[in-house]
């Protein structure tokens, strides 16, 4: 049953930490006006958050 815990908690880690570095990218795509880059970063912010969101249903 712990084991599951810390699974869970470092999967959830791992999908925060990843949607950092997404948000650091997005905020350099805005300062640099790269509509592109921002808009693939919105998409890949937008599956992070619903990974999270399905992670947290789950638990």
């Not at 470092?10 to 570095?21: C, F, I």
């Not at 693939?40 to 937008?46: D, G, I």
Request: proline share 0%.
């Amino acid at each position: 049953m712990v084991k599951v815990i810390f699974e869970s908690l470092d999967h959830s880690k791992q999908l925060h930490e990843s949607l950092l570095t997404v948000s650091k990218k997005k905020t350099e795509a805005l300062k640099e006006n790269q509509i592109e880059r921002l808009l693939e970063c919105l998409v890949q912010e937008r599956k992070h958050v619903a990974a999270i969101e399905k992670l947290e249903e789950c638990n």
